[in-house]
Structure formats: C-alpha cells, structure tokens
C-alpha cells in the first residue's frame, strides 16, 4: 500500500494558524500590559514559534525527499520562510519590550497590534485558499487585502515615528520606541511579503 502523499498546502495553513494565534496572543499582552508578567509572556510565544519552526522543518524534510511536489520546491520553502519570519517578528518584538525595560506603552501601540492581527488573518485566508489558486474566487482579493493593510501599517508608522520625534521624550526613550515601532511595522511587511510569494506561487504554477 503507498504511503499517503505530505499534504503541503494544509501545512501552509497551520503555519498561518500559527501566526494568528501568535498574532491575539500579542495583542492580549499589548492590551493588558504588565511588564512583569512579560517574561512569562515571552516563554508562551516561544512554544508557538518553535512549533512554528518545527512544522516548517517538517515541510523542508519532504520537499527534500519528494519526487514531484504540487507546486515547485523554491516557492513551498519561500511561503513556508515568510510565513515563519511573520511569528518571529511578533516574538521579536515581546524580547525587544524585555531587553529595553519598557513599563509603559505608547497608546498607538494597541492600533497596531490589531492591524498584526488583521494581517495575519488575512494571509491565512490566502493559505485556505491555496490549494485551489487555479479556481478560486477570493485568493487574489484576500491578497489586495493584505497589501492594503500594509498601507495602513506605513501610514500608522510615519504618523506614531512624528509623534516620537516631536513628542518631548529623551534620547534613550526616543530610540527605544523608533526601534520598537520599525518592528511593530516590520510584521505587517512580512504578512505582506507572504501574500507576495503567494501570488508569485501563483503565476508559476498556474
């Protein structure tokens, strides 16, 4: 009896699972802030990225011993690789909160962590979709979708880096929250860069 053939579209969509989940999670700490609950926070997220980095190990060991995948080998490790920096750019930012001993919040925070949210669905509903790019309906609007949404993660970007430089913050403070909000930015690019692969997975494929 043959063995039954590694399903890499349904892989794809854990890994969006993956993100979503880390992408409330986040948004949970961003809500209800405590600094000192952050360590604990920290460890919580990291179980979701390394079963995030599993699964993505788990896709490279098929892709590595399959004959013919459904779609070419660089596409499913470029997906599987953006997918994964989405995760670890939210877990970034949880480590960079720690390391810069921040105790209080700047309120914009909370309007981005629910546009993460938003992205990381949305490139979720790409991935459900994926397994059938060539018939269905709403791939292509879910991938506009993400695109705009990274607009308005830039638009939110220059307006919150105004606001620190004009705000009377010190040095330090303000070169904390430059980095903090280049990385709160830096998440909604990689969901972007992840409907990109989609889309050019798409145009190879098709």
């Given at each position: 009896?043959?063995?039954?053939?590694?399903?890499?579209?349904?892989?794809?969509?854990?890994?969006?699972?993956?993100?979503?989940?880390?992408?409330?999670?986040?948004?949970?700490?961003?809500?209800?802030?405590?600094?000192?609950?952050?360590?604990?926070?920290?460890?919580?997220?990291?179980e979701?990225?390394?079963?995030?980095?599993?699964?993505?190990?788990?896709?490279m060991?098929?892709?590595?011993?399959?004959?013919?995948?459904?779609?070419?080998?660089?596409?499913?490790?470029?997906?599987?690789?953006?997918?994964?920096?989405?995760?670890?750019?939210?877990?970034?930012?949880?480590?960079?909160?720690?390391?810069?001993?921040?105790?209080?919040?700047?309120?914009?925070?909370?309007?981005?962590?629910?546009?993460?949210?938003?992205?990381?669905?949305?490139?979720?509903?790409?991935?459900?979709?994926?397994?059938?790019?060539?018939?269905?309906?709403?791939?292509?609007?879910?991938?506009?979708?993400?695109?705009?949404?990274?607009?308005?993660?830039?638009?939110?970007?220059f307006?919150?880096?105004?606001?620190?430089?004009?705000?009377?913050?010190?040095?330090?403070?303000?070169?904390?929250?430059?980095?903090?909000?280049?990385?709160?930015?830096?998440?909604?690019?990689?969901?972007?860069?992840?409907?990109?692969?989609?889309?050019?997975?798409?145009?190879?494929?098709?």
């Amino acid at each position: 009896m043959a063995s039954r053939r590694y399903d890499y579209f349904a892989a794809l969509v854990e890994l969006t699972d993956m993100a979503c989940k880390t992408a409330v999670y986040f948004d949970n700490v961003i809500n209800s802030f405590d600094f000192e609950r952050l360590p604990t926070s920290i460890k919580e997220i990291h179980e979701i990225e390394h079963a995030a980095d599993h699964k993505r190990h788990e896709i490279m060991e098929n892709i590595a011993k399959e004959f013919l995948p459904p779609i070419e080998r660089e596409d499913l490790i470029d997906l599987a690789s953006t997918i994964d920096d989405v995760i670890d750019g939210i877990d970034d930012i949880m480590q960079h909160l720690y390391m810069y001993n921040v105790k209080e919040l700047l309120p914009e925070c909370k309007d981005f962590s629910k546009l993460i949210i938003q992205c990381c669905e949305s490139i979720k509903n790409i991935a459900k979709e994926f397994h059938r790019f060539q018939k269905s309906q709403t791939i292509h609007q879910n991938i506009i979708i993400t695109n705009n949404l990274e607009s308005e993660g830039d638009r939110l970007y220059f307006s919150i880096m105004r606001r620190i430089f004009t705000a009377s913050m010190s040095d330090l403070d303000t070169f904390v929250w430059a980095r903090l909000i280049r990385s709160f930015e830096d998440c909604c690019d990689f969901c972007e860069h992840t409907a990109e692969k989609f889309d050019t997975a798409i145009m190879k494929n098709s």
